[in-house]
């Protein structure tokens, strides 16, 4: 089974950087693969894409040599069932907010006796380059399944979250956060230091590594250097709309 390159990266204490997806489009998923990044997160909350479109974009990565990570659109076991099946390295379940919630998580994401995942795609196997039983020995290993807190709950529960067995790794969702706390909704909010530091913590005591979005390379590099382990340096849908305005901008008087 080929090797999780994103997992080897966190294992080793990062940093890996990656992009963000939420165009529903694989021929743009296949060509941003090839950028050199870490990590590419096919954004199935936000992006406006249903399952066969995730699939395809999931493939499309795997095949062009990256990683793929599905952020699901919700926390329940068929979404992460769908991501993990089209050969995902990686899922993150969204809002989560309990202990209960995230272990929910793992449950869906790891084949028994760890959880209760179902066998049955051939698909995972093919974006890992093995066969389906060859996956089956390994995905339990191979693939992380990555806990979002983004809500004053998840904030006060991170602790918990943290500690449940068989978690990968932690993942902010700033924006959200900031929503939920009262406090304007901006990636990089600095008032957001306090909350921060304490997800930091909580997973650096559980030895989980922790990620978080970003809105550029600039905040990406301070968000390193401030203690997180992956962080996304460009997303797809804003960085083409900086580059087509600054092209129209240069043609306009």
């Known amino acids: ?137 390994e995905a339990n290993t191979k693939t992380l399944a990555i806990a979002q807190i983004e809500s004053a709950a998840g904030l006060s529960n991170v602790e918990a979250i943290a500690a449940v067995p068989g978690l990968d790794a932690l993942f902010v969702g700033p924006v959200d956060l900031a929503v939920s706390l009262g406090l304007t909704p901006a990636p990089e909010n600095p008032d957001l230091a306090g909350p921060l530091a304490k997800i930091r913590l909580a997973a650096a005591r559980h030895h989980l590594p922790v990620g978080i979005y970003c809105s550029d390379s600039r905040a990406a590099i301070d968000r390193v250097q401030s203690g997180f382990q992956f962080v996304n340096v460009a997303a797809d849908l804003p960085a083409l709309l900086r580059e087509v305005r600054w092209h129209v901008g240069q043609v306009r008087p």
């Open 1 to 137: 089974m080929r090797d999780n390159t994103f997992q080897n990266l966190l294992q080793a204490g990062g940093p890996a950087y990656g992009v963000w997806l939420s165009l529903p489009s694989p021929a743009a998923a296949r060509q941003l693969a090839r950028v050199g990044a870490d990590f590419l997160v096919v954004d199935a909350e936000h992006g406006p894409m249903g399952a066969e479109t995730m699939t395809a974009m999931v493939a499309a990565i795997a095949d062009a040599g990256g990683c793929p990570v599905v952020r699901i659109a919700e926390n329940t076991t068929e979404n992460v069932k769908r991501a993990l099946d089209a050969g995902a390295s990686a899922v993150i379940g969204p809002m989560i907010d309990t202990a209960e919630e995230a272990a929910a998580l793992v449950a869906a994401a790891k084949f028994p006796p760890v959880g209760r995942r179902s066998l049955g795609s051939a698909w995972a196997g093919l974006a890992f380059d093995t066969t389906l039983p060859g996956y089956f020995a």
